[in-house]
Each structure stands twice: as structure tokens, then as C-alpha cells.
Nanobody, 121 residues
Framework: QVQLVESGGGLVQPGGSLRLSCAASGRTFSNYVMGWFRQAPGKEREFVAAISWSGLIRYADSVRGRFTISRDNAKNTLDLQMNSLKPEDTAAYYC???????????????WGQGTQVTVSS
């Protein structure tokens, strides 16, 4: 089992920045691909970014160039730096861990409870 707890969400104006964090406990963090997903009301959960144990990174087209994913295997933490935020980034953001990784939610075995990000003036 891996337990994941997100933090750092909140209300921010368009063009602003937020940094999300995910603290992991349980099985060896470095064994897993870590990802961020988001889900807006009435929409399906969508891929945001993922990072492998070795640092290979993948981004959704909608966030590439604005968001940066990083992990610290020594501290068992995953971060998502979000810059130039847009109203369409408003969603609940979830941290996830999976053995294989990828962009599909079904490829991830463990999920956090989510943290809300609202981009509005």
C-alpha cells in the first residue's frame, strides 16, 4: 500500500501561480511512476503530468510550458509547480502512483484524496 496526501491547492487569479505537493508513505516511493491528474465538475479525470523514478517526464499538451512536475525520492514527495494559471485549470488535482505509469488513470494503483485549485478573478 501507498498512502498519498496532497496539499497546496487554493484560489488564485488568472496568470498566478500555485505549487501542489504530495507526500507519500508506505511502500518504496521510488519504485513507482508518479502522476498528477485533475477532474473538473461534470468532466472525466484527465492526465496532467507524470514522472518516472529516474526522472523521465511527460506532460499533457494543455499544461506543457506552464506546469513543472518534480519528485524527491529521498523525501518521498512529489510536486507540481503551476504557473500562468488559467480559469480552465480549475479542478480537483490528484496525486497518483503506479507501477507502469502513463496517461490513463487506470494505470495508477494508488490515489490521494485531491486538492482543489480554483482560478478566478
Amino acid at each position: 500500500q501507498v498512502q498519498l496526501v496532497e496539499s497546496g491547492g487554493g484560489l488564485v487569479q488568472p496568470g498566478g501561480s500555485l505549487r501542489l505537493s504530495c507526500a507519500a508513505s508506505g511502500r518504496t516511493f521510488s519504485n513507482y511512476v508518479m502522476g498528477w491528474f485533475r477532474q473538473a465538475p461534470g468532466k472525466e479525470r484527465e492526465f496532467v503530468a507524470a514522472i518516472s523514478w529516474s526522472g523521465l517526464i511527460r506532460y499533457a499538451d494543455s499544461v506543457r510550458g506552464r506546469f513543472t512536475i518534480s519528485r524527491d525520492n529521498a523525501k518521498n514527495t512529489l510536486d507540481l509547480q503551476m504557473n500562468s494559471l488559467k480559469p480552465e485549470d480549475t479542478a480537483a488535482y490528484y496525486c497518483a502512483a503506479g507501477a507502469g505509469g502513463g496517461s490513463r488513470p487506470s494505470l495508477y494503483d494508488y490515489w490521494g484524496q485531491g486538492t482543489q485549485v480554483t482560478v478566478s478573478s
